[in-house]
C-alpha cells in the first residue's frame, strides 16, 4: 500500500545514546516533515524538507539534525538523546505547501 | 507564531449523541483541515475548507470554516465508537508560510 512508513515502532534509549529514525514514502512526495507530538501540546514541527538535498529547521529543532539524501527518505537523527525527547514522533509527506499531508504511524521513543 | 486553540479538551459522550468541537484562532488562516488520529497511528486528513463561511459534509460530519475564517467547527450527529480518536485542527496562515496544529479534543464515543 502507498504511504508513509516510519521504523522503527518503538525504541527505548538510555540517556547519551544516539539512533537514527528512518521514514520513507513512496508517493513521490517533494516535500517531507518531521513532527513530535507530546500530550496537550500538538504536534509541533521538528525540521522539513522541499526536496531532495534541502533540509530547514521548525519550530523545535534542538537536538535534532536530518538527512534528505534520497527523494524519498528522510531520517531523523538524535546525537545524544536526553529525556526531555521522550515523544512521539510522526513523519509526514506531502505535494506541496497548503499541504495535504500523509502521515506514518509513529514512532514512540523513550529515553531514559 | 500562531496559536490554535481548540474546546473542549476531552468530551466523552453516549453512542447517538451529536456533538461539535471547535478550532479558534485570532489570527486569519487560508484554509483550515481537520484530522482524525486513532491510538497507535498518525492523523488521517478528513477535509480542507477555504473559503469564509463554507460548509462540507463528510456522512455524519460537518465542518464549517468561520465567516472571518479565524475558527472552524467540526459537528459530529448521532456520534458512534467508531468516531472515537483525537480531532486534530491545523491551519495554514495566510501569508502560506506557516502551517501550525491545535492541541487537539480527545473524544470517546461509548457504546
Known amino acids: 500500500n502507498a504511504g508513509v512508513t516510519q521504523t522503527p515502532k518503538f525504541r527505548v534509549l538510555k540517556t547519551g545514546q544516539s539512533m537514527t529514525l528512518l521514514c520513507a514514502q513512496d508517493?513521490?512526495?517533494?516535500?517531507m516533515y518531521w513532527y513530535r507530538q507530546d500530550p496537550g501540546m500538538g504536534l509541533r514541527l521538528i525540521h522539513y524538507s522541499v526536496g531532495e538535498g534541502t533540509t530547514a529547521k521548525g519550530e523545535v529543532p534542538d537536538g535534532y539534525n536530518v538527512s534528505r539524501l534520497k527523494k524519498q527518505n528522510f531520517l531523523l537523527g538524535l546525537e545524544s538523546a536526553a529525556p526531555s525527547q521522550t515523544s512521539v514522533y510522526f513523519c509526514?509527506?506531502?505535494?506541496?505547501?497548503?499541504?495535504?499531508?500523509?502521515f506514518g504511524s509513529g514512532t514512540r521513543l523513550t529515553v531514559v | 507564531t500562531q496559536l490554535l486553540e481548540q474546546s473542549p479538551q476531552f468530551l466523552s459522550i453516549q453512542e447517538g449523541e451529536n456533538l461539535t468541537v471547535y478550532c479558534n484562532s485570532s489570527?486569519?488562516?487560508?484554509?483550515l483541515q481537520w484530522y482524525r488520529q486513532e491510538p497507535g497511528e498518525g492523523p488521517v486528513l478528513l477535509v480542507t475548507v477555504v473559503t469564509g463561511g463554507e460548509v462540507k459534509k463528510l456522512k455524519r460530519l460537518t465542518f464549517q470554516f468561520g465567516d472571518a475564517r479565524k475558527d472552524s467547527s467540526l459537528h459530529i450527529t448521532a456520534a458512534q465508537p467508531g468516531d472515537t480518536g483525537l480531532y486534530l485542527c491545523?491551519?495554514?496562515?495566510?501569508?502560506?508560510?506557516?502551517?501550525?496544529f491545535g492541541p487537539g479534543t480527545r473524544l470517546s464515543v461509548l457504546p
Open positions: 509526514a509527506s506531502s505535494y506541496g505547501t497548503g499541504p495535504r499531508y500523509t
Open positions: 508517493m513521490n512526495h517533494e516535500y
Open positions: 489570527s486569519v488562516f487560508s484554509s
Open positions: 491545523a491551519g495554514v496562515d495566510n501569508y502560506g508560510q506557516n502551517f501550525v
